[in-house]
């Protein structure tokens, strides 16, 4: 049972780059379309793994 309740404990989480590839998702889908949109969320999570890459490797963790 503690498996199952870390796994939906999980689940109900949602990181900062998930928040903001869902706002960004949800505000530009009716201006520009779902591919565009959708692209621009790939944009915004690549930036973002980026970011935390260099945060990371002030750490001694190599991502890229």
């Known amino acids: ?4 309740m870390a ?3 999980s689940r ?3 990181g900062l780059a998930d928040g903001l ?4 998702f949800a505000a530009l889908l ?3 379309g779902f591919w565009p949109a959708l ?3 790939v ?5 973002c793994f980026a970011a935390f890459a260099l945060l990371v490797r002030r750490f001694g963790i190599e991502l890229l």
């Open 1 to 4: 049972t503690t498996s199952v």
């Open 21 to 24: 590839v869902f706002l960004v």
């Open 39 to 41: 692209l621009a969320c």
């Open 12 to 14: 109900r989480r949602l």
């Open 43 to 47: 944009l915004v999570t690549l930036a």
């Open 30 to 32: 009716p201006r520009l």
């Open 7 to 9: 796994r939906r404990r």
